[in-house]
């Protein structure tokens, strides 16, 4: 049980290191048929851990903006701004972003799998997850392959999706319900 707790520290000290004034800065997420996805982390507090990584509650702001003919260099007004919350487990195996699900009371969790280009609708994910976790803004495919490989993450496993009674059963393994 140590060592599995001392394996859990990384990603405890990395995920508790972030710096508090980038809390709020507004980050890309994907970007694709014209139109780019925008975020911005408000608040992250801890909500739990285990020897596997920790749980976060974040509260999280989002913007589209519109780029004709793809050209997602140029800047665009963003619209939206609305605020969500939503859970990240920073942890090695599985790392996960956790939304509520289409019933009331239920969650859904990403199971993410970074080392590999994440398919498109996780992608926005992946790069929530890192900048939650890591305090890193992805900037395409090869960030992500660098950060990855730089955390420690290895290329194993199949991004998956997890019914969720609540949130804090990412932590036990045995509770998610996979679909």
Known sequence: MRLSLFAAL?????????????????????????VCSWFSIEQRDLVASSPAGALFKMTVRTWTSTHPNGSYDKRTRRVGGEAGDEYVFCSKSPPAVIDPG???????????????QPAGATESATARYFAACHGVALN???????????????????????????????LRPAEPVRR
Request: charged residues 30%.
């Open 10 to 34: 990384p990603i405890l000290a990395s995920a508790a290191c972030l710096d508090a004034a980038g809390a709020a800065e507004l980050l890309r997420g994907r970007c694709h048929m014209d």
């Open 140 to 170: 395409g495919e090869a960030d992500l392959d660098r950060y990855a490989q730089a955390f420690g993450y290895k290329a194993d496993g199949e991004g998956e999706q997890l019914d969720l009674k609540r949130p804090e059963d990412i």
């Open 102 to 116: 289409d019933k009331p009371g239920t969650w859904v969790g990403a199971v993410l799998v970074p080392i590999a």
